[in-house]
């Protein structure tokens, strides 16, 4: 069973901050995705990758995804409050066609 | 048209009595997807539809658990005499083709067995 760990689990930070969520596994992906989920609502894709080494920038949000394709990060630069939400990543191992959702970073942007 | 869309919003049910729950997937998506979200958990998969194939049943957690997708559109979990435990937000999503790429979420049925 492939495990998705990411960390931290919550961050609670000020408007302005910038912040890192990270992406692990023991295992290779075929490709990974991040998603971010408000309340009462499905989770929203954010980006794919599926180049090792890929960076993807999508605003003031970087995407980059390992080396060796085991894990990937999100970093938020000069945080603003409607970044508040939750943030999953998701991989897919060999030729599933399937998602393996990590537990999610709970992020909190206040003023 | 629109996006995913999932009926009811929200079920509160009591023990062991049957829930259903809908799926409506993007037009002309063909792939669809079950998910369950827990307090405080990731997403759990549940099952998997792509076209006329075989579902991947692989990740549903008894035989209380059903899903059959109609006309290659519309789809429906079963849960039968549920417990308490099944309380959890279920997910559906939709892809245009088969592989877990770009995956659509619909907004969810929060369910809460009493």
């Known amino acids: 069973t492939q495990l998705l760990e990411q960390s931290p689990q919550f961050l609670s930070i000020q408007e302005g901050e910038n912040l890192t969520v990270y992406c692990n596994s023991s295992?290779?992906?075929?490709?990974l995705q991040w998603y971010r989920q408000e309340p009462g609502e499905g989770p929203v894709l954010l980006v794919t990758?599926?180049?090792?080494?890929e960076v993807k920038k999508l605003k003031r949000l970087t995407f980059q995804f390992g080396d060796a394709r085991k894990d990937s990060s999100l970093h938020i630069t000069a945080a603003q409050t409607g970044d508040t939400g939750l943030y999953l990543c998701?991989?897919?191992?060999?030729?599933?066609?399937?998602?393996?959702f990590g537990t999610g970073t709970r992020l909190q942007v206040t003023l | 048209g629109a996006g995913v869309s999932q009926s009811p919003s929200n079920k509160v049910t009591e023990k062991g009595k049957d829930v259903e729950l809908r799926c409506d997937p993007i037009?002309?998506?063909?792939?669809l997807y079950w998910y369950r979200q827990s307090l405080g958990q990731g997403l759990e998969f549940l099952i998997y539809?792509?076209?006329?194939?075989?579902?991947?049943k692989s990740g549903l957690p008894s035989d209380r658990f059903s899903a059959e997708r109609t006309g290659g559109s519309v789809s429906t979990l079963t849960i039968q005499r549920t417990q308490q435990e099944d309380s959890a937000v279920y997910l559906c999503?939709?892809?245009?083709?088969?592989?877990?790429?770009?995956?659509?979420f619909g907004p969810g049925t929060r369910l809460t067995v009493t």
């Open positions: 999503a939709s892809s245009f083709m088969q592989g877990a790429y770009e995956q659509y």
């Open positions: 295992s290779v992906f075929s490709s």
């Open positions: 990758v599926v180049t090792g080494g």
């Open positions: 998701a991989g897919v191992y060999g030729t599933a066609s399937k998602l393996t």
């Open positions: 037009s002309g998506h063909t792939a």
């Open positions: 539809f792509q076209g006329n194939s075989a579902p991947d």
